[in-house]
């Protein structure tokens, strides 16, 4: 049987690939720690979770507009308002089942065969996989050590052609957790200007920042206009599998997302959408409890991973993710990777599953206790021990 080329053109995910063998080392007696995946270790704050059964109590079980429910959407429109200082509205926002088919939707709705995507490396590689699956290319912009992990505006810049059609911001950032800065979003802003570029800005842990404030790009004025938004509930709120995701852009383009939805999944589920109304509305103690406990645990991974031979860690800014160097192992990525899951029963990612520019790094999650976190250094440090020369 035939199967059509573009379907071949869809990577995987690293971390669902290393989390498969993880589990089954695990039902082989093997103990693992796992620190591949990005999935905060909570429960759904209850008051979330009770919203969406009184909705079901209620009835909310039937087809909502493809687009989201109109009064959802204005709360996410506040909060974008609140929290991006840019006016928008309900017409601005479509409500989907998660950021991924929001990030999809958007890339395809703006790129045609041959043209290019400049994608963040390392970054999360569902970027360049549906960039390739739509018959365009992904270019890869650097993050550098030495930089915070940040854009560079003059190898920004140098990437653009006469096909470059959209930029794709992600901060703070997985894998590495940096945060890009007002002047870099302003700088890259100018830029898109310039070269007539879109902006799709990947926002979903942009409650997660522990160093100063989070920034998003929308907030420098005139850039809705060429912007795509994206954020969710998933991570802030723990709510992975809840499937909720938002857009928040220009509005002629959620019309014709609106239209995508209609032809695609029809619509997001009804009753959990009111989720969204209560998380973005309701208490936030859970929320920030979630916060100071990952800031926590970043400071204890930093460390720890510093304080071994071989490995140097830079302190993240945002996100729960951190992204050592491993050079001073003598180890490549994948080796290390494999290593730390076969003998020592670690799991982590290697920093190649989000790009070339990820060799010499790997991508621990610290979104686990601190008990598993120092268990997982001790063995580490152990491990690494039993191979020197």
């Known amino acids: 049987m035939q199967y059509a080329e573009r379907i071949r053109r869809l990577e995987s995910e690293g971390a669902f690939a290393v989390l498969a063998k993880a589990k089954q080392m695990e039902r082989e007696g093997k103990s693992i720690v796992h620190l591949q995946i990005g999935e905060p270790d909570f429960d759904t704050p209850r008051n979330i979770t009770e919203a969406a059964y009184k909705a079901l109590l209620e009835g909310h079980t039937h087809y909502a507009p493809s687009g989201g429910i109109p009064e959802v959407r204005e709360v996410v429109a506040e909060e974008f308002r609140k929290t991006r200082k840019v006016d928008v509205s309900a017409d601005n926002v479509i409500i989907f089942p998660g950021c991924k088919p929001v990030i999809f939707a958007a890339i395809m709705a ?124 998933s991570k802030t709120y723990a709510m992975t599998g809840w499937r909720l995701g938002y857009g928040v852009m220009p509005k002629e383009m959620a019309d014709y997302l609106f239209t995508f939805a209609i032809n695609n999944f029809s619509s997001t589920a009804t009753f959990a959408q009111y989720a969204i109304v209560e998380a973005l509305t309701g208490p936030q103690d859970e929320v920030n409890k979630m916060v100071e406990q990952f800031r926590k645990r970043r400071d204890v991974i930093v460390d720890g991973l510093n304080a071994i031979d071989g490995i140097t860690c830079l302190k993240p800014q945002g996100a729960f993710y951190v992204f050592p160097n491993i050079t001073g192992t003598g180890l490549k990525s994948k080796e290390f990777a494999d290593l730390m899951l076969e003998q020592a029963g670690v799991a982590c990612l290697s920093g190649t599953s989000f790009g070339q520019y990820g060799e010499d790094y790997v991508r621990f999650s610290y979104a686990n206790s601190i008990e598993n976190i120092e268990e997982a250094l001790r063995r580490i440090k152990k491990t690494l021990a039993g191979i020197k020369v």
């Open 110 to 233: 703006l790129v045609e065969d041959g043209d290019e995507v400049i994608v963040p490396n390392p970054g999360y590689p569902t970027y360049r996989s549906v960039t390739r699956f739509l018959g365009a290319k992904p270019v890869p912009v650097p993050l550098r050590e030495e930089h915070d992990f940040r854009f560079s505006l003059d190898e920004f810049r140098s990437l653009i052609t006469s096909k470059t059609r959209v930029i794709i911001l992600n901060s703070p950032e997985n894998p590495t957790g940096g945060v890009l800065t007002e002047e870099d979003l302003e700088g890259i802003y100018r830029v898109a200007v310039e070269n007539d570029l879109w902006i799709i800005t990947d926002e979903i842990y942009s409650r997660l920042v522990y160093d100063g404030e989070f920034k998003s790009i929308l907030s420098v004025p005139g850039a809705l206009e060429r912007t795509v938004a994206v954020d969710g509930m």
